[in-house]
């Protein structure tokens, strides 16, 4: 006599396993390293009286500017990264814009800006303005081309005119006005 004996064995339940993903220690260059993750403008006016603050923060793509601005003239004035971190009355020391790539000025110019060419502030009838920009052509790290800290710093400029985005080498926008430091 033949028993087929069939045994039923429990299916094994394959358990998912855990995936553990290994922490990967960030390998950063010793410039990166030292490079800010913020930064800091106080931007004062021809007199030195502070009109404004700028906080830089560092993101993947580009550098978020959280700027506020009290007693400005109501209006459309233009806002840029200059070339030199220094402010010094009329403001003619802070450089012409920031210009790494040594391109013609403008957001509208056709071969792309300058880096430290930014769209303009709107200043309502309380000359009091807070706005967030975002400029995606520089970086806070050191050793980069377009890094504002380069060997002789930035600023940041708010001139008493619009800039109309494509007059080389300034944007007609006029005298500077406020100016400030770009700061670790
Ligand atoms: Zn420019």
């Given at each position: 006599m033949t028993i087929n004996r069939q045994v039923a064995w429990p299916l094994a339940v394959a358990a998912a396993a855990a995936v553990m993903v290994a922490a990967v220690a960030p390998v950063a260059t010793p410039a990166l390293a030292q490079s800010p993750a913020i930064a800091k403008a106080v931007l004062k006016d021809k007199s030195g009286k502070e009109v404004g603050e700028a906080n830089l923060t560092q993101t993947k793509n580009g550098v978020l500017i959280r700027l506020s601005v009290k007693g400005i003239e109501p209006?459309?004035?233009?806002?840029?990264?200059?070339?030199?971190?220094?402010?010094?009355?009329?403001?003619?020391?802070?450089?012409?814009?920031?210009?790494?790539?040594?391109?013609?000025?403008g957001l509208e110019s056709a071969e792309g800006a300058h880096?430290?060419?930014?769209?303009?502030?709107?200043?309502?009838?309380?000359?009091?303005?807070?706005?967030?920009?975002?400029?995606?052509?520089?970086?806070?790290?050191?050793?980069?081309?377009?890094?504002?800290?380069?060997?002789?710093?930035?600023?940041?400029?708010?001139?008493?005119?619009?800039?109309?985005?494509?007059?080389?080498?300034?944007?007609?926008?006029?005298?500077?006005?406020?100016?400030?430091?770009?700061?670790?």
């Open positions: 209006g459309e004035h233009a806002f840029h990264v200059h070339a030199v971190g220094k402010c010094e009355a009329p403001f003619t020391s802070a450089g012409g814009h920031f210009n790494p790539a040594s391109h013609k000025h880096a430290g060419d930014m769209p303009n502030l709107h200043v309502p009838q309380n000359g009091d303005l807070k706005v967030e920009v975002f400029n995606a052509m520089i970086t806070l790290a050191k050793g980069q081309p377009n890094s504002v800290f380069d060997a002789d710093g930035s600023a940041l400029v708010i001139h008493a005119k619009a800039d109309d985005n494509k007059t080389d080498p300034a944007g007609d926008a006029g005298d500077r006005i406020a100016c400030g430091v770009v700061t670790e």
